[in-house]
C-alpha cells in the first residue's frame, strides 16, 4: 500500500513559479517511477512529466511543459517534485502525484490545485 500526499499548490500569475510537492509512505520508494498528471476542469487526465525509479533517473515530459518545468526526486526523503517556472494561464488545473506499478496497481494522491491568473 503506499500513500501520496501532494502539496505546494496555489495561485500563482502567468510568468512566475511554483513548487509542487509529493511525498510517500509505504512500499520502497526506491522501487517505482513517479509522475505528475494534471486535469483541468472539463478536460482529461494528461500526463505532465515523469521520472524513474533513481534520484537522477530518466525524465520524460509533455510536450507542452517541456523547458519549462522540471521533475526530481529525493529517493532519501522519499519525495518527488514538480518544479514549475514561465507558466500560463493553460497550466490551470489540479496536479495529481501517481506512483509507477507497484504490484498490481497505480497510486495517486489527492491532487492539488494550481491556478495561473493571466
Known amino acids: 500500500q503506499v500513500q501520496l500526499v501532494e502539496s505546494g499548490g496555489g495561485v500563482v500569475q502567468a510568468g512566475g513559479s511554483l513548487r509542487l510537492s509529493c511525498a510517500a509512505s509505504?512500499?520502497?520508494?526506491?522501487?517505482?517511477?513517479l509522475g505528475w498528471f494534471r486535469q483541468a476542469p472539463g478536460k482529461e487526465r494528461e500526463f505532465v512529466a515523469s521520472i524513474s525509479r533513481y534520484s537522477g533517473g530518466s525524465t520524460h515530459y509533455a510536450d507542452s511543459v517541456k523547458g519549462r518545468f522540471t521533475i526530481s526526486r529525493d529517493n532519501a526523503k522519499n519525495t518527488v517534485s514538480l518544479q514549475m517556472n514561465s507558466l500560463k494561464p493553460e497550466d490551470t488545473a489540479v496536479y495529481y502525484c501517481?506512483?509507477?506499478?507497484?504490484?498490481?496497481?497505480?497510486?495517486w494522491g489527492q491532487g492539488t490545485q494550481v491556478t495561473v491568473s493571466s
Open positions: 501517481r506512483s509507477g506499478f507497484v504490484g498490481s496497481r497505480y497510486y
Open positions: 509505504g512500499g520502497t520508494f526506491s522501487n517505482y517511477a
